[in-house]
């Protein structure tokens, strides 16, 4: 059973990145998926997050218009696209699953990737 996140990588401000999370061992359509980051020296914060059942999200509103969420069950995988990415958004991004609905509290995932680097420069 395995959560895997990729698709990080170093852009320059104002390009785009596609993250990618992807299930092995179990069916992603049964879980909610949230996505968090970490900045270095900050704490970690909920991004965005897609539900199981009927597809609804959320993003948080420091990245509204510019970040989107999707899924696609038959491939098993989650997608966050990362858009006009600014240097604040330099964060270790990190994919997570619940059973229930979603949720921006990191203690109510059961499950965690092990993250992928994304790096914006100026």
């Known amino acids: 059973v395995q959560l895997q996140a990729s698709g990080g990588g170093l852009v320059h401000a104002g390009e785009s990145l596609r993250l990618s999370c992807t299930a092995s061992?179990?069916?992603?359509?049964?879980?909610?998926v949230g996505w968090f980051r970490q900045a270095p020296g900050k704490e970690r914060e909920a991004v965005s997050c897609?539900?199981?059942?009927?597809?609804?999200?959320y993003v948080v509103d420091s990245v509204k218009g510019r970040f989107h969420v999707s899924r696609d069950n038959g491939k098993n995988t989650a997608y966050l696209q990362l858009n006009s990415l600014k240097p604040e958004d330099t964060a270790i991004y990190y994919c997570?699953?619940?059973?229930?609905?979603?949720?921006?509290?990191?203690?109510?995932?059961?499950?965690w990737g092990q993250g992928t680097l994304v790096t914006v420069s100026s």
């Open positions: 997570a699953i619940q059973s229930g609905g979603c949720s921006r509290r990191a203690n109510d995932y059961d499950f």
């Open positions: 897609i539900s199981s059942h009927d597809g609804s999200s």
């Open positions: 061992g179990f069916g992603l359509e049964y879980y909610a």
